[in-house]
């Protein structure tokens, strides 16, 4: 092969590479970001279940679960 293409198959070696960590840091940082934002959701569902919905000395899943209709 040429020096040219050698030295065009190296380049494009680098790119591939770079684009696949540029790639997955974005994809580890989006699903960093979906799980907090799924977890603080979480977090204030049960908080509003607990101090809007629950009975006297009910926890906050039996709420959910008489809440929904499912027992």
């Known amino acids: 092969m040429s020096k040219f293409t050698n ?3 190296k380049i494009a070696e680098k790119v591939v590479d770079g684009f696949k960590k540029i790639e997955d840091g974005v994809v ?3 699903k960093k970001i ?3 934002a799924v977890t ?3 977090k204030v569902t049960d908080k509003c279940v ?3 919905f629950t ?3 009910e926890s906050v899943e ?5 809440l929904s ?3």
Not at 62 to 66: E, G, L, M, S, V
């Open 40 to 42: 603080g959701f979480g």
């Open 34 to 36: 979906e799980e907090g």
């Open 50 to 52: 607990e101090v809007l």
């Open 69 to 71: 209709g499912n027992k």
């Open 62 to 66: 039996d709420a959910k679960k008489r």
């Open 7 to 9: 030295a065009n198959e």
């Open 55 to 57: 009975k006297d000395g």
């Open 28 to 30: 580890s940082g989006y």
